[in-house]
């Protein structure tokens, strides 16, 4: 689970209000993302952006699922 919050908290950073949503997007990126972090970027230390890199690195491998639900994540960070 601390690989999944550490994704979220990535995807999050900069976010004006991301103390109070942190928890909702981390738990919507874990369901999206778990199977693609286990399977792409397994053995990657989480921290510095790695998992978000290497999602990045692999997003030809990355689900639909996944892969929409960051773009949906960044295009509302965007419009903040």
Known sequence: MKIYMTVA??????AANAQQI????AL???????????KLCNGVQPGGG???????QNASSV???C??????IKAARQSN
Do not use: N, P
Request: a positive charge; one cysteine or more.
């Open 63 to 65: 689900s639909k699922t």
């Open 67 to 72: 892969s929409a639900r960051l773009m949906e």
């Open 22 to 25: 942190s928890r909702q997007l």
């Open 50 to 56: 790695k998992l978000m890199q290497c999602l990045q």
């Open 9 to 14: 908290f990535l995807v999050l950073s900069g």
């Open 28 to 38: 919507e990126v874990r369901s999206a993302c778990e199977a693609d972090v286990q």
